[in-house]
């Protein structure tokens, strides 16, 4: 039996002082490298799972989370790491914690929770040295009113753990990294088997995959990676940032994921006809069709997300018509020969990208989030030409938001019918193809030689003909 490690009761009041003793002056936070970092990702870990917030807007460099901001930009790399990796495992890092403590840790101590995980985080699936995330957590607990009495606890607890690391890694290697509601929801819809793959699946950071607008072959020898079955190209893992990669400037290509170009590809030759993007930001599938000769206009609800949408499109040389406008009041008195609407969802197929998503959304949202595109596809609809066609998809792994909800807005709409995709016309994506022609991706799809390099976002998109 592994020996606990204690930590101070709750119980009892320490005495009181009879002379107050003069409070040292603390120390800036600077004189300790690495300390603001780490308590930057404590706290944007403690937004994320007591508060529900979204990770991407805790790290938007402008308006996110202040202790994030303040930070240079190599203290912000450290942070993300440090945050998505302890949310990618957050299962099997509260196991091991669990195993190591002597009790439970007291209800309200959420800020000494936090710190323990992303400590752990660090010890046991980053690459950095055990001492400096030990005596940095040490010295967060130090700091922290709430946690300076558990500082010796800390210490011994993260000692410990590292020096059993590997067993532990491999004692909590068969817990899925998933919340159990989740976990849940897959096994009902995929099947137990499928459902452990794409937990499985979502340990490992997804891919940068690019839409370049000519030559994918040539962009790949150049930019060092390969070219996947339906021409986007993906990059093999690398240090910096896209934006100083060749081509950017400009604009041969712009980030989309692999799955997130499959709805403008169903369309096929689309040159010459009218198309409307009903969701538009950032702008991937806009670009797309601008690319394939579509005139486009784009719709956006959100000043801020148009304002980037247009910056994207002046980058990659393409003019598109932006209107400002919430979907359901977006009536421009004539239709189109092309409606696409990438919808509002819960995000679920995107968790390699954003494992926040498992921690702030759940089955409530999934439920609100299927009656709200159901409204939205119910009036995309009414902007199809006849004998026009409008993709809808999304990036949620759940039926309720896509196949259910589909189906139920056709039965009402006989003059509507789905246009099937053929398994022949998409090779080595066969296996997304569903039984009804609709693509429905998981990240446990498209296996590759190298696991940074294989697997898909969770996307589902379908076609329907207007009669």
Same mark, same amino acid.
């Given at each position: 039996?592994? =020996? ?234 690398? =240090? ?28 096929? =030759? ?48 393409? =003019? ?148």
């Amino acid at each position: 039996m592994k =020996e606990k490690t204690k930590h101070p009761g709750q119980k009892g009041r320490p005495a009181p002082h009879r002379q107050k003793a003069k409070q040292p002056v603390e120390p800036s936070h600077a004189d300790k490298p690495g300390l603001e970092a780490r308590m930057a990702a404590a706290k944007m870990l403690a937004a994320v799972v007591d508060k529900k917030v979204s990770l991407d807007g805790l790290m938007d460099g402008e308006h996110g989370n202040p202790a994030y901001t303040a930070l240079s930009e190599a203290d912000r790399g450290l942070v993300r790491a440090i945050v998505t990796t302890s949310l990618r495992f957050l299962p099997r890092i509260e196991a091991m914690l669990n195993g190591l403590l002597d009790a439970p840790l007291p209800a309200g101590a959420r800020s000494l929770y936090h710190l323990l995980v992303t400590a752990a985080a660090q010890i046991l699936y980053l690459d950095v040295p055990d001492h400096s995330a030990v005596d940095l957590a040490v010295e967060q607990a130090n700091r922290d009113p709430r946690s300076r009495r558990f500082a010796g606890m800390v210490n011994a607890v993260l000692r410990r753990m590292g020096r059993e690391k590997q067993a532990l890694i491999e004692d909590t290697r068969s817990l899925p990294c998933v919340p159990d509601w989740f976990l849940n929801r897959l096994t009902a819809v995929y099947g137990a088997e499928e459902a452990r793959r794409i937990a499985e699946a979502q340990m490992l950071p997804a891919a940068i995959d690019l839409t370049v607008k000519s030559d994918a072959g040539g962009w790949a020898e150049k930019l060092g990676g390969h070219v996947l079955p339906h021409g986007s190209l993906r990059l093999a893992a690398f =240090e910096g940032s896209v934006t100083a990669l060749p081509g950017y400037e400009n604009g041969a290509w712009w980030v989309q994921d692999a799955a997130a170009a499959l709805p403008v590809l169903m369309f096929g =030759e689309v040159a010459g006809k009218t198309a409307v993007d009903l969701c538009a930001a950032p702008g991937g599938k806009t670009a797309q069709l601008l690319a394939k000769g579509a005139k486009v206009t784009a719709v956006e609800q959100s000043a801020n997300r148009l304002k980037r949408l247009k910056g994207n499109l002046d980058r990659l040389g393409f =003019e598109a018509e932006l209107v400002h406008s919430d979907l359901l009041n977006f009536n421009p008195g004539h239709g189109f020969d092309l409606v696409l609407l990438d919808a509002p969802c819960s995000s679920t197929g995107t968790t390699r990208r954003h494992p926040d998503v498992l921690f702030t959304k759940g089955p409530a949202d999934i439920e609100k989030l299927a009656t709200v595109q159901e409204k939205l596809l119910r009036h995309a609809l009414t902007l199809v030409n006849p004998g026009g066609r409008l993709v809808f998809s999304n990036c949620s792994l759940d039926p309720k938001e896509g196949e259910e909800m589909v189906a139920r807005v056709l039965a009402d709409h006989p003059d509507f019918q789905r246009l099937p995709l053929d398994r022949q016309e998409w090779p080595g994506l066969e296996q997304a193809i569903s039984s009804e022609g609709e693509f429905r991706t998981t990240p446990a799809m498209l296996s590759l030689p190298h696991p940074y390099s294989s697997g898909l976002d969770g996307f589902y998109a379908c076609q329907l003909l207007k009669i």
